[in-house]
Nanobody, 126 residues
């Protein structure tokens, strides 16, 4: 599967953005999906994940209550709604797909993910 992330941009603190990750190929509904981010000079970190059915989500503590991950399997797209953005959210955001053979919760560890999008820049100004 190939992943295309979009929706990044420049926003003021307190603002919102919605990222999209559109997949090409088959069997999108058999992948758990996740968003990771990488700030300059920092390691890539988990942001949020969603199970293949959308029934289970997982969030990193810094984004809980502000970000929402969702998916539309018919459109082969995963989303990350980001509200109340902070300057520390500034990073390149990557979507990733994890092939799973059963209904399991999303994993927060990046090596679990088989496919990655190209990244989209999110910049939050203070």
């Amino acid at each position: 599967v190939q992943l295309q992330a979009s929706g990044g941009g420049l926003v003021q603190a307190g603002g919102s953005l919605r990222l999209s990750c559109t997949a090409s190929g088959r069997f999108f509904s058999r992948y758990n999906m996740a968003w990771f981010r990488q700030a300059p000079g920092a390691e890539r970190e988990f942001v949020a994940g969603i199970s293949r059915s959308g029934g289970t989500t997982l969030y990193a503590d810094p984004v809980k209550g502000r970000f929402t991950i969702s998916r539309d399997n018919d459109k082969k797209t995963a989303y990350l709604q980001m509200n109340s953005l902070k300057p520390e959210d500034t990073a390149v955001y990557y979507c990733a797909a994890d092939w799973v053979i059963s209904s399991v919760a999303p994993d927060s560890r990046s090596p679990q993910y088989d496919y990655w999008g190209q990244g989209t820049q999110v910049t939050v100004s203070s």
